[in-house]
């Protein structure tokens, strides 16, 4: 057990991880990744691009799968690649709390438990639908942090790739709306540090993925870890930053700030630094020019097929 992990349950090939704040020391990358490709999607945020709340046989109330599932769909359509040598790691604060609040609210009032609720209360649920509908037989984790979703998604991508099994991560984050009950459980896990609940309306949700793999093979951006630092850094040559930001535990806005610096290097090239809040990681990431074109060229093939 790493000194981030607080408990490990494991059922089959699914994984639910917790982890702890007070990551900004460690070293997060080992070794370069390379972005396949990102897609988000969002619900009810007011942001421009939202979505009607996709349709997902077997769930229902919630966001959280629907969403989840969208974004990973998105990724695994533009670059199929091999499933079996795929792994997925989904990360969230709290997981689905829309139904778990509603299953509470249910049960406490004396109705009629609904079977959906209790199977969709884990996130590892819209995990096995992904991994049903893909062929994923690769690992599968879902994990649950207070620190930058997006660092322990890339680190937990970078021990994945070393298993020589293992070609490609799949990693997907979701944060949902707050409530004054989400608040209440916000405050006790930030433990008086402050740190609000997410300031989205109760019923909307996001969802950002990121398909990963190692660098060379046909992955057109590559990303490292940079130095953190104290605040974000000003604009040099050729470089950009993000947003460093990040308000509240599972916050996943560096994760579309991801996705957004992906999309720019691949029309500009270049490189971008990738800010994930003040005395935080930080990572680089940098176009590859011919790569760039080879993952134009397929993407285009299978719009086409």
Do not use: W
């Amino acid at each position: 057990m790493t000194p981030t992990e607080n408990t490990t349950t494991r059922n089959r090939n699914t994984t639910n991880t917790t982890t702890t704040a007070e990551n900004s020391h460690k070293t997060v990358l080992r070794s370069s990744l390379g972005v396949l490709t990102t897609a988000t999607a969002t619900h009810g945020t007011g942001r421009d691009g939202d979505i009607p709340l996709p349709r997902l046989p077997g769930f229902v109330e919630s966001a959280f799968s629907p969403l989840a599932y969208e974004a990973a769909r998105q990724c695994l359509a533009e670059r199929p690649g091999e499933r079996s040598r795929t792994a997925v790691a989904l990360a969230s604060t709290a997981g689905d709390t829309t139904t778990a609040d509603l299953a509470s609210r249910r049960m406490v009032s004396g109705r009629v438990h609904n079977p959906l609720l209790f199977m969709q209360a884990t996130p590892n649920s819209v995990l096995g639908y992904l991994s049903r509908e893909f062929g994923i037989t690769g690992q599968m984790f879902s994990l649950s942090t207070l620190d930058d979703p997006l660092t322990e998604l890339l680190s937990m991508a970078d021990l994945l790739l070393e298993d020589p099994e293992v070609d490609r991560v799949l990693a997907v984050g979701v944060e949902l709306g707050g409530s004054e009950r989400l608040a209440a459980v916000y405050e006790e896990l930030a433990d008086g540090r402050g740190h609000p609940a997410p300031a989205l309306p109760a019923d909307a949700g996001l969802a950002a993925a990121v398909l990963l793999g190692r660098p060379g093979n046909g992955t057109p951006v590559s990303i490292r870890s940079a130095e953190a630092y104290e605040n974000e850094p000003e604009n040099d040559s050729g470089t950009g930053t993000g947003t460093g930001t990040r308000a509240h535990p599972g916050d996943i806005q560096s994760l579309f700030d991801l996705a957004a610096a992906h999309q720019r290097l691949l029309q500009e090239g270049g490189s971008h630094l990738l800010v994930t809040g003040s005395r935080a990681p930080a990572f680089l990431l940098t176009a590859d020019t011919e790569a760039k074109t080879d993952a134009r060229n397929e993407t285009e093939t299978h719009a086409h097929q």
